[in-house]
Nanobody, 111 residues
Framework: QVQLVESGGGLVQAGGSLRLSCVAS????????VGWYRQAPGKQREFVAL???????NYADSVKGRFTVSRDNAKNTVYLQMNSLKSEDTAVYYCHISVHWGQGTQVTVSS
């Protein structure tokens, strides 16, 4: 069974940085696009960033210029570098491959 495990979340002050990781197992990782999504309390899950199998990335307007998505196919891992964090970035962050979701990692930004 495919497994996605996110890590790297935590509590950070506004303006700070975090790097999230998502490690995939039991999947041919390199051939898939990988997405990051987030869900804040009381809100719907929303798209954050995506990196294609070829390494092309795109971002939600709300995070452009602050977040960077990257991947290391040798490690079956995708990263989300988050800089200049804002309180509105507070959410549970999930990675997504095909029909599979991780369990999420909590990011809390204090103002």
């Amino acid at each position: 069974q495919v497994q996605l495990v996110e890590s790297g979340g935590g509590l950070v002050q506004a303006g700070g940085s975090l790097r999230l990781s998502c490690v995939a197992s039991r999947i041919i990782f390199a051939i898939y696009d990988v997405g990051w999504y987030r869900q804040a309390p009381g809100k719907q899950r929303e798209f954050v960033a995506l990196i294609s199998s070829g390494g092309i990335s795109n971002y939600a307007d709300s995070v452009k210029g602050r977040f960077t998505v990257s991947r290391d196919n040798a490690k079956n891992t995708v990263y989300l570098q988050m800089n200049s964090l804002k309180s509105e970035d507070t959410a549970v962050y999930y990675c997504h491959i095909s029909v599979h979701w991780g369990q999420g990692t909590q990011v809390t930004v204090s103002s």
